[in-house]
């Protein structure tokens, strides 16, 4: 492979992470900002902007961008590993909030926290005084870690910043995996923290790749390609992976409360179409409605239509044809919906036949009202409720016959 073609790769495997992370911050941000008082939400938001802002520095043109800008050559050392050093700070913080859960105000909690923010505060302001005590002239894009291993106070610059991530990915990530194997998890909840745990474990084989690099170079030999080839896409599946962990949990369950409430609108169909030939319209197209919103309406309608037909319903054919249905072999629940079904079919052809029958019956339309999706649902068994009814009238005929 040509090298120019591996560099390019290098080189946008820095902006996919930053799009997919800043797509986790976009769907973030509006509960961020409704629910800012809570720690954890603040804590997931500075991860996910930190990390966008890691990658955003760490590219190649915006390195060379921002020493040109400040006229000092490798300035975007010291501001690079800042940024990476107060990530690690986040993601620990985030940790701390999200495991303590209700006792995020306690004590110990708050000790942790304040902890972790003077040590990595530390440890920044380390950074930077190393760099100015470095010489570093010779400005270097890609290869700075190893190039600069040997230079005194870089050097030192170069080990604290990859000590400080390594010792809060290996926390992180344990935390992570303790947490997984944890018992009443949201399976949404699981498999993001499942992706997160992979994503910062990546982040260790990143640590290590780039160690490794420079260790080399200490002791004479040359294992650059590993901190300049390998670790590079290492950290951009990782920040993939740790962006999708955080979007997970909320867009499945959306995604998937999204997908049952249309599931139960599609479902009710046949009983609403039914109910729209009895009562002769339907419920009102609206384009800008939401599906719970078309959703309730439809049952509504329903539920609207059926109180009054249910003074044409037959209690004795509902009887038989429920008897009839168990026979068949169905379920009591299944038996129950194939039963109110018949005897809405049959309530609907007698208001056919006598529109004006006055009186209120003494039917219980409790259940029915309540079981609206498991009787419409019974509907689209054509087939079946033609031999629920079929038993149902041969017992009546049977018992006409012994009378």
């Known amino acids: 492979m040509d090298p120019s073609d591996l560099l390019s790769r290098i080189y946008i495997s ?4 930053t799009a997919v992370l800043t797509a986790a911050l976009l769907i973030k941000l ?10 954890l939400l603040r804590a997931v938001g500075g991860l996910l902007l930190l ?4 990658f955003v520095f760490v590219a190649p043109s915006t390195i060379a961008w921002t020493n040109r800008v400040t006229g000092v050559p490798n300035i975007s050392a010291p501001w690079c590993y800042s940024l990476l ?5 986040a993601c620990l913080l985030l940790i701390i ?17 304040r902890w972790v923010i003077s040590t990595y505060s530390a440890v920044i302001v380390a950074l930077w005084v190393l760099f100015f005590l470095a010489e570093a002239p010779e400005e270097r894009l890609r290869d700075l870690d190893t190039y600069y291993a040997t230079t005194p106070f870089m050097r030192e610059e170069i080990l604290l910043y990859l000590l400080a991530h390594s010792v809060a990915v290996l926390i992180t990530s344990k935390l992570i995996w303790e947490w997984v194997r944890t018992d009443g998890l949201d399976a949404w909840l699981r498999w993001g923290l499942k992706l997160l745990g992979v994503g910062y474990g990546l982040n260790l084989i990143f640590d290590a790749s780039k160690l490794t690099a420079v260790v080399a170079r200490w002791t004479g030999h040359d294992l650059d390609w590993l901190s300049t080839h390998l670790a590079p896409p290492v950290a951009a599946l990782s920040a993939i992976l740790i962006a999708v962990g955080f979007i997970l949990p909320h867009a499945g369950q959306y995604l998937h409360d999204r997908w049952r409430v249309r599931l139960a609108h599609r479902e009710l169909r046949p009983l609403y179409v039914l109910m729209r ?6 419920v009102p197209v609206v384009l800008r409605a939401t599906p719970e919103l078309r959703l309730i309406r439809r049952e509504t309608f329903i539920r609207d239509t059926l109180l009054p037909l249910s003074r044409h319903f037959d209690e004795e054919l509902g009887r038989r044809s429920y008897e009839a249905a168990l026979a068949l ?28 029958r006055d009186g209120t019956a003494n ?3 409790t259940d029915l009202l309540r079981e609206i999706g498991a009787v419409s649902r019974a509907l689209r068994r054509p087939d079946v409720l033609d031999a629920v009814r079929a038993r149902a009238a041969a017992s009546s005929e049977s018992v006409s016959v012994h009378e």
């Open 14 to 17: 820095f902006w996919i992470p």
């Open 329 to 356: 072999g169905h379920s009591p629940e299944q038996a129950k919906a194939l039963a109110a079904a018949v005897a809405i079919q049959d309530a609907v052809e007698r208001k056919r036949r006598s529109p004006a």
């Open 363 to 365: 039917t219980d339309t």
């Open 85 to 89: 050093t107060a990530f690690c700070a």
């Open 51 to 54: 990390a966008c802002a890691v």
């Open 30 to 39: 509006p509960t961020i900002i409704r629910l800012w008082r809570d720690p």
């Open 277 to 282: 030939g009895v009562s002769g319209s339907g």
């Open 97 to 113: 909030t999200w495991r303590n859960g209700p006792a995020r105000g306690s004590a110990e909690t708050r000790r942790a926290m």
